[in-house]
C-alpha cells in the first residue's frame, strides 16, 4: 500500500494562496490514481481535485473550480495542489489520497480513494 505524506498547510489571509504536497513511497506513484480531500471541523471529508494517472485529466469540486489546480509529478512521486484566492471557508485538514483507477480514469468523489494520507492544516482567516 502507498504511503503519503503532505507538507505545505499553514495559515494565510483571505485571498492569498498556498501549494500542499504530496510525497508517495514506492516504485509504482503512476499506477495510482490521485486527489485531494479536506475535512473542516464538525463537517464530513469532501473531495476537492482528483488527477488521473498519467496527469492528463483533473476534476475539481465546484466548491474551489477555478481556483484550484491539481498537478503531478510522476518522475518525483508527488502530487501538488496550488489554491489560490483563499476563503475562510477553505479552513480544514487537506489530506491526499491514492486510488486504483484504471488509466484513463479521473476520480471524483472521496470513494474513488483507498489510501490518505495524515493530512496537513489549513486555515484561511477574513
Known amino acids: 500500500q502507498v504511503q503519503l505524506v503532505e507538507s505545505g498547510g499553514g495559515w494565510v489571509q483571505a485571498g492569498g494562496s498556498l501549494r500542499l504536497s504530496c510525497a508517495a513511497s514506492?516504485?509504482?506513484?503512476?499506477?495510482?490514481?490521485m486527489g485531494w480531500l479536506r475535512q473542516a471541523p464538525g463537517k464530513e471529508r469532501e473531495f476537492v481535485a482528483g488527477?488521473?494517472?498519467?496527469?492528463?485529466?483533473?476534476y475539481y469540486a465546484d466548491s474551489v473550480k477555478g481556483r484550484f489546480t491539481i498537478s503531478r509529478d510522476n518522475a518525483k512521486n508527488t502530487v501538488y495542489l496550488q489554491m489560490n484566492s483563499l476563503k475562510p471557508e477553505d479552513t480544514a485538514v487537506y489530506s491526499c489520497?491514492?486510488?486504483?483507477?484504471?488509466?484513463?480514469?479521473?476520480?471524483?468523489?472521496?470513494?474513488?480513494?483507498?489510501?490518505w494520507g495524515q493530512g496537513t492544516q489549513v486555515t484561511v482567516s477574513s
Open positions: 514506492g516504485r509504482t506513484f503512476s499506477r495510482y490514481t
Open positions: 489520497a491514492a486510488g486504483t483507477g484504471n488509466y484513463y480514469y479521473t476520480p471524483s468523489d472521496s470513494a474513488d480513494f483507498d489510501s
Open positions: 488527477i488521473s494517472r498519467s496527469g492528463g485529466n483533473t
